[in-house]
C-alpha cells in the first residue's frame, strides 16, 4: 500500500493559516492525493484532491510540489471547528489507506 | 448538501449474534464501501462494492462479513456471528464514478459494540 507521513500534531492559532504538510516520497504516476479530515465522533469528510496541480475549493488549498512527492494542505484561516484529525491519502484504486493523520489544535 | 445516512448509531449485540448495518449512500453514487475504526485506532478498509458485487476486500473481511445492496438503494454489512474484536466503528461511504473528479462521502457511522 502506498504509504504517507504526516507529523503526528500540530497546533495553530484561530484565525491564522494552517499548513499542513504530507510527504508521499513512493507516490506512483496515476495516484492522486486525497485529504480528508475526522472531527471527533464523526466519519471522515472530505476536504480536497488533486493529481498534479495546484487545487482550491471553499474549504481548503492543496499545493502539490513539482516531483508529487509531497504535499501540503492549506486551511487559509483556521476556525475551532477546523480541530480535527487530517488524513492525507494516496488513492491508489479502489480503496483508502488512511494513516494515523496530523491531529490539529486551534487555539483560540 | 447530499449525504450517506447510517442507521443504527449505536447497536449493542451479544457475542455470537448476528448483525446488519445499514447504509443508504447518495443516490447518484455508484461504489460503495464500508471501512472500520477500532476505538483509538485507524480507519481500515473492509471492503468495495460496484456493478452489485464485490470489487476489493481487505484481510478483516472474511467469511462472517457479507455486503449485498438488496433493493438499489440501501447497502448493508452483516457480521453472522460477532465477537468481542468486532466492537469499532463501522463506516459506510460512497462516490460517483470517476475517482479523478469526485471524492467520497463518508457517513457518519454506526457504533458497533459487542458484548
Known amino acids: 500500500d502506498a504509504k504517507t507521513t504526516q507529523p503526528n500534531s500540530m497546533e495553530s492559532n484561530e484565525e491564522e493559516p494552517v499548513h499542513l504538510p504530507c510527504n508521499h516520497s513512493t507516490i506512483s504516476g496515476t495516484d492522486y492525493i486525497h485529504w480528508y479530515r475526522q472531527l471527533p465522533s464523526q466519519g471522515p469528510e472530505y476536504v480536497i484532491h488533486g493529481l498534479t496541480s495546484n487545487v482550491n475549493n471553499r474549504m481548503a488549498s492543496l499545493a502539490i510540489a513539482e516531483d508529487r512527492k509531497s504535499s501540503t494542505l492549506i486551511l487559509h484561516r483556521a476556525t475551532l471547528r477546523d480541530a480535527a484529525v487530517y488524513y492525507c491519502?494516496?488513492?491508489?484504486?479502489?480503496?483508502?489507506?488512511f494513516g494515523t493523520g496530523t491531529s490539529l489544535t486551534v487555539i483560540p | 448538501e447530499p449525504e450517506v445516512t447510517q442507521t443504527p448509531s449505536h447497536q449493542v449485540t451479544q457475542m455470537g449474534q448476528e448483525v446488519i448495518l445499514r447504509c443508504v449512500p447518495i443516490s447518484n453514487h455508484l461504489y460503495f464501501y464500508w471501512y472500520r475504526q477500532i476505538l483509538g485506532q485507524k480507519v481500515e478498509f473492509l471492503v468495495s462494492?460496484?456493478?452489485?458485487?464485490?470489487?476489493?476486500k481487505s484481510e478483516i473481511f472474511d467469511d462472517q462479513f457479507s455486503v449485498e445492496r438488496p433493493d438499489g438503494s440501501n447497502f448493508t454489512l452483516k457480521i453472522r456471528s460477532t465477537k468481542l474484536e468486532d466492537s469499532a466503528m463501522y463506516f459506510c461511504?460512497?462516490?460517483?464514478?470517476?475517482?479523478?473528479?469526485?471524492?467520497?462521502?463518508f457517513g457518519s457511522g454506526t457504533r458497533l459494540t459487542v458484548v
Open positions: 462494492f460496484y456493478n452489485n458485487e464485490i470489487s476489493e
Open positions: 461511504a460512497s462516490r460517483e464514478a470517476g475517482q479523478a473528479i469526485y471524492g467520497y462521502t
Open positions: 491519502i494516496l488513492n491508489t484504486g479502489n480503496q483508502f489507506y
